[in-house]
């Protein structure tokens, strides 16, 4: 499978053209900004979660609805996105992550 995505971005870059070559990483979908930037999920039963998201720094613990407060997040989701959306620019500064 040919990865786009990187091929653009190497030409951006270098100015050269190439084929990048393989399949892109799976992640998972972050519940609070919706961005695929976690490597596991919240799951007890496992013992896996509490991934911090690297674009909205949520920490994963499970926390579904939007106005319930997460303890390890200090807020909620809609409190975030809230964040989010005043500060666009700084969200937004990295245009390659997906």
Not at 30 to 57: A, K, M, N
């Amino acid at each position: 499978m040919t990865n786009g995505f990187l091929s653009q971005i190497y030409e951006a870059i270098s100015g050269a053209r190439a084929e990048v070559i393989g399949e892109p990483e799976f992640r998972f979908r972050c519940p609070c900004c919706h961005r695929q930037t976690l490597d596991e999920i919240f799951d007890p039963e496992q013992g896996t979660g509490w991934d911090i998201c690297d674009h909205c720094g949520w920490e994963d613990d499970s926390t579904t609805d939007e106005t319930q407060r997460s303890g390890c997040n200090r807020g909620s989701m809609s409190e975030y996105r809230a964040r989010m959306l005043a500060r666009p620019n700084y969200y937004n500064r990295d245009k390659w992550r997906a």
